[in-house]
Structures are given as structure tokens and as C-alpha cells.
């Protein structure tokens, strides 16, 4: 709750420009795409694959961005020994999550009731991705900051690096388009195992055969794990006046 009112304030809309901010970059995103009338593969509309792919990759570019700097933000609460760098983490990731997450529901929902996307054809492994999206990049943005908290040059990188991940994340493109060897390459990102099982989820023709749940848990563990380390070592460093 604090952060909600930090960051949006009680003027205009509020507290629902957490959904409005990213509801009006995907609306963009859709519209660019509103006159394709061919579809990729199957039954995959342009706008919905556009959509889907834009909404699950801004949970991660917002959370991973916006952690670095997040601890200087809020070191008042650092104040209170109860209050841990893990809490003002992990309540930003799911602060970002929320608004994404019924960013994409919203946009969806409308796009179905118009005709222009049919419902999701695996619900359950649609949420999953979401649910491993929102795990990997809480765990970047544990070791994001914890890297750039003393060190204002890893720090400048943080938002290009969010931008230059796009292109090659897999959102808005399938790895069956991709010729070897560079295919085999890609599978190290786990973005694209995301991206695959998402629309796995959604698109009844998507292929199940490029993403592995076992690969992308153990991403996720390690991620996770070296993020808590680096945030107690930064904790042991800290100096409040």
C-alpha cells in the first residue's frame, strides 16, 4: 500500500494507474496490429499474439527496471529492523505483477468478447508462465539490487539492457521460426521457454516441445538464490543516518 501511494498518488485515477500505465502501452501494441488480417501459425491472430507476448514481458522489464534505485527510495524503512530489503523487493514485483496481470486479462477479455481472440485453450499453463515470469524476474531484481546499490555504472545499464532483451525474449516471435543452430541457442534464454509455454496456454496450436518447466525452476532457484545472498551482504553494508 505504501508503494501504491508513493509511486501513484490519490490525485486523478489514483491508485488504478497501476493497471492504466501498462493497459495504455498494450492498447498500443494492439493497435499496430489491428489491421493484419493473416494469421502466424494455426489458430494465432496477430493482435492476441501481440498482446499476450507485450503484457507478460512488461511484468518483467517494469520489475527488473524499477529495482535498481528501489532501495534508496524507500531506506526509510530500513529504519525498522522488522523491514528487510526482501520485503521492499518482493512487495514492488508483485505491485507490477498485479497491474500487468489485469492489464492482460482486461485487453484479452475485450479482445474475445469482440471476436478478435478466442478464449485461452490451457488456462492452467497460461497462469504457470505468468507465474514463472513473475518468479524470474522477482529474482533479477533481487541481484539487481543489490549490484547497482554502490555502483551507479551497472546502474545506468539496468533500463537499456530491460529495452535490448525485448527483441530476443521470444515475445513476439515462435522458436519454430528460428533456423539451427541459432534455435539451439536460444533455448538458454529462459524468457523463451516462458514465452513458449505461455502461448502453449492461450493458442490451441502452439507447440509444447520448445520449454522445459525443469530447466525454467531450476533458472528460477539460482536466480533466486544468488538475489538473497547479494541482498544479505548488501543488508551487512548498509549505513543509515
Known amino acids: 500500500m505504501r508503494e501504491l501511494h508513493t509511486r501513484y498518488g490519490r490525485e486523478n485515477v489514483g491508485y488504478l494507474w497501476v493497471i492504466g500505465e501498462p493497459l495504455t502501452l498494450a492498447s498500443a501494441i494492439a493497435l499496430i496490429h489491428i489491421g493484419e488480417s493473416s494469421h502466424y501459425a494455426g489458430d494465432m491472430r496477430p493482435v492476441p499474439f501481440a498482446v499476450l507476448g507485450y503484457c507478460v514481458f512488461i511484468m518483467f522489464r517494469s520489475t527488473f527496471s524499477r529495482a535498481e534505485g528501489a532501495l534508496e527510495a524507500n531506506m526509510p524503512l530500513m529504519y525498522h529492523r522488522m523491514v528487510t530489503i526482501f520485503d521492499i523487493m518482493i512487495s514492488r514485483a508483485l505491485l507490477e505483477a498485479a497491474g500487468t496481470f489485469l492489464c492482460l486479462v482486461i485487453l484479452m477479455g475485450f479482445l474475445i468478447s469482440i471476436d478478435y481472440a478466442d478464449p485461452p485453450e490451457r488456462p492452467l499453463w497460461m497462469i504457470a508462465a505468468i507465474g514463472y515470469m513473475f518468479w524470474f524476474s522477482a529474482g533479477m531484481s533481487f541481484i539487481i539490487v543489490a549490484i547497482t546499490h554502490d555502483n551507479r555504472l551497472l546502474g545506468r545499464l539496468v533500463h537499456p539492457v530491460a529495452y535490448i532483451m525485448m527483441p530476443i525474449s521470444g515475445a513476439f516471435y515462435l522458436l519454430e521460426w528460428i533456423p539451427m543452430p541459432y534455435r539451439e541457442w536460444l533455448l538458454w534464454i529462459p524468457f523463451i521457454h516462458i514465452f ?41 553494508r548498509l549505513h543509515l543516518h
Open 196 to 236: 513458449e509455454m505461455v502461448r502453449y496456454g492461450f493458442f490451441r496450436s502452439a507447440n509444447p516441445d520448445y520449454f522445459s518447466v525443469t530447466y525454467l525452476t531450476a533458472v528460477c532457484m539460482v536466480t533466486t538464490y544468488i538475489g538473497l545472498v547479494l541482498m544479505k551482504l548488501l543488508r551487512g
